[in-house]
């Protein structure tokens, strides 16, 4: 196994590979073989979800080749990976199939300097390299070796390289030593297996101390996030890197590196503060820091999770964005029926971000390209703005703009303006690292886009369910509330109604159906139905309930349900109530005195079909306030629902019963955090 990976690394050109093997049965990639590069760099990645958004899962989960051709590519693509490696690389992913089995997957990787795409000969190469690996694992798994490793994945020596004679070598010797500066070698996990004596002086230690050793462990000034972040850079590109460093108290010293397959050539020279190491050939922009970086990215990933709504997913993008990119604007925008839809900006003046928002779109649009290709633009002068948008007025007073993908699913789905007050250049690190930033952010306005879409139709279903305005009754005034559930859709099945039976008359309800999804608020819709239907036709508040009971149980939803019907007598001043299970309500006297009316309990509606429920009647003289509830008016974890209740009481005793409003939102307003609905229903007979 072993070999045929050297092989297909080998054969298809490239400097690295990971082996993902898939158990039977498992929805995951584990990582077994890593070739060419340090296995630490891909722990973040040594259990890999067929679901992950990765290029191996997606090759593994689709049968097909998956090519990302740089650094630019990979953050427009893939954002996750491409922030934990932002360096230039290219790669191929590929499933390892044996007949019609999925086996496991391949992942090559090659330099930054690679084309822009594979040639025939490397995608052959890499097509008869998986067919191979796919049949070795096959044979494995029927000779019932084990597949995976049992500690971390194995990691391929690489190749030995020439073993010189005894004259080439101290002619090489002599070589170093000639050299300015000092010099040294570390191998492909970044250890030192050879310094010069000149460069141990320049760096302060002894020979012996540092070979064997990581630089940055044994050197504690050296522990600083461009050292190991240029040292990754170098192994994961394999093209030359650079930095300088300060050597305390006043030493400042520059590090050229030059990666190949074996490892890493160190040039040392001494250099002062303001310069830069001489640029090694070909040298690309460092970019951000591996730490800043790092920190970005946490910090976005984060903040993005807890965002609920596409306001959430604005204001938490602008809040990270700009201060850790020094950006002084920002837009966000997606495509609507041909049109530009701004949903919200940072550091714009509203008036000018609004004469955007629904305008046709059109190829005159700055950034336009970019919702419908989801490729990146960079303008680093508004002479280069001008050039791709010869229609563009300059009125936003910003210097730079960077126009990124909002990519949702491998789709583009909107963009994100990045705008700079100043000059900015945009060298090839940058651009990555803001294209895989807005890929989080495009990935979290997908959600965000769901979100609301569901809690608009939570709301209209929730308005369609509950009445609209309740009848009047004459003699009888009413106040209602109803708040939703702070958690998950903001649906559920509280439900609250008012029946006028005749001119003296009236039926009241509320109830509670088990549960906080649409289930619940459908079954909450066909209860209050049913006791309507039962209340309007004559029956008494048992019976309403019988009848309610026994179509619940014949339509058997798996949902259990509280429910208190009230008969109002307005002419004789009296009340008739029945309950299934659900808090007794309260009774406000005249005098301001208030009890809980101990109504005798039935069995929730939903679980027996013979089931009778008792009835108190009570005397309801004018002025007093009789309020119906539901559970999240008064539980909260923590307190005991006695004391909740009287305290409930409390305030319903000392409110104004002349201004029932105002009284039911004195007792909404005082109940816990609603992690459950909360209906609300006061009554109040008049003489």
Not at 134 to 161: K, N
Not at 266 to 290: H, M, N, Y
Not at 342 to 367: E, K, M, N, T
Not at 487 to 497: A, M, Q, S, V, W
Request: with cysteine; hydrophobic share 45%; charged share 20%.
């Amino acid at each position: 196994m072993d070999a045929a990976m050297a092989a297909v690394v080998r054969e298809a050109g490239a400097f690295g590979g990971l082996l993902y093997v898939l158990p039977p049965g498992d929805n995951a990639l584990w990582l077994a073989i890593v070739a060419g590069t340090p296995h630490e760099f891909a722990t973040p990645w040594r259990r890999v979800t067929l679901s992950d958004p990765m290029p191996v899962a997606d090759a593994v989960r689709e049968r097909r080749l998956v090519w990302i051709g740089g650094q630019e590519e990979m953050a427009r693509r893939y954002p996750r990976p491409a922030l934990v490696l932002p360096y230039d690389f290219a790669m191929a992913a590929a499933p390892v199939i044996s007949g019609a089995t999925l086996q496991g997957g391949l992942v090559l990787l090659w330099p930054g300097a690679h084309s822009s795409q594979l040639s025939p000969h490397e995608r052959d190469a890499v097509e008869r390299g998986c067919r191979h690996l796919g049949d070795l694992l096959r044979q494995a798994a029927d000779r019932g070796d084990p597949l995976l490793p049992s500690g971390r994945p194995r990691t391929l020596a690489p190749p030995a390289g020439r073993i010189p004679s005894p004259a080439e070598a101290a002619a090489l010797t002599a070589f170093v030593d000639r050299l300015p500066g000092g010099s040294c070698a570390l191998d492909t996990d970044g250890r030192v297996v050879f310094i010069t004596p000149a460069a141990a002086e320049l760096v302060g230690a002894d020979q012996a101390d540092l070979v064997g050793a990581l630089p940055w462990e044994v050197l504690p000034w050296m522990d600083v996030p461009q050292v190991e972040d240029r040292y990754r850079a170098a192994m994961v590109s394999r093209r030359p890197q650079s930095f300088t460093v300060l050597r305390p108290p006043d030493t400042w010293l520059s590090f050229e590196l030059y990666p190949d397959v074996s490892g890493i050539s160190v040039r040392i020279t001494g250099t002062g503060p303001s310069e830069g190491p001489p640029a090694p050939p070909s040298a690309p922009a460092a970019g951000p820091s591996r730490a800043v970086l790092l920190y970005h990215l946490m910090q976005l990933a984060a903040t993005l999770t807890e965002a609920v709504g596409v306001r959430d997913v604005v204001e938490q993008s602008a809040d990270q964005l700009l201060p850790a990119l020094g950006a002084q604007g920002m837009v966000l925008m997606t495509a609507e029926d041909g049109r530009l839809r701004i949903h919200g900006h940072r550091g714009y003046r509203g008036d000018l971000v609004g004469r955007f928002d629904a305008v046709a779109l059109s190829p005159d649009i700055p950034g336009s390209q970019v919702l419908t290709t989801g490729v990146p633009d960079f303008f680093a002068t508004f002479a280069e703005l001008r050039r791709a948008y010869p229609s563009t007025v300059h009125e936003d007073g910003m210097a730079s703009w960077a126009f990124l993908p909002l990519i949702a699913s491998g789709r583009p789905i909107g963009s994100l303006l990045l705008a700079y007050s100043r000059p900015h250049a945009f060298p090839p690190g940058e651009r990555a690292v803001l294209t895989s930033l807005a890929g989080l952010v495009g990935q979290a306005l997908d959600r965000a886009r769901l979100y609301d879409a569901k809690h608009h139709l939570v709301h209209r279903l929730q308005s369609a369910l509950l009445p609209h305005t309740l009848p009047r009754v004459p003699g009888l005034r009413v106040a209602a509330r109803y708040l939703p559930a702070a958690r998950g859709l903001g649906i559920g099945g509280d439900f609250y109604d008012l029946i006028r039976l005749d001119e003296r008359t009236a039926g009241a309800t509320i109830g509670d159906v088990q549960g906080h999804n649409v289930d619940a608020a459908a079954l909450m819709g066909q209860v209050r139905t049913a006791v309507h239907a039962h209340a309007t036709a004559g029956a008494s508040p048992d019976d309403v309930l019988t009848g309610t009971n026994r179509l619940l149980t014949d339509l058997d939803p798996g949902l259990f349900t509280s429910c208190l019907y009230v008969h109002l007598d307005l002419a004789t001043h009296r009340a008739c109530l029945a309950t299934a299970g659900h808090p007794p309500p309260l009774l406000r006297h005249p005098d301001g005195r208030t009890e809980l009316l101990p109504v005798p309990p039935g069995l929730l509606l939903g679980i027996e079909q013979d089931t009778r429920y008792p009835v108190l009647e009570i005397p309801l003289p004018p002025g007093c306030v009789l309020a119906l509830y539901t559970d999240g008016l008064v539980e909260a974890p923590g307190t005991e629902l006695d004391d909740a209740t009287a305290a409930l009481a409390g305030l319903l005793e000392h409110a104004d019963p002349a201004d029932l409003g105002a009284m039911a939102d004195l007792l909404v307003r005082h109940a816990p955090a609603p992690g459950d609905d909360i209906a609300l229903l006061l009554l109040s007979p008049g003489r």
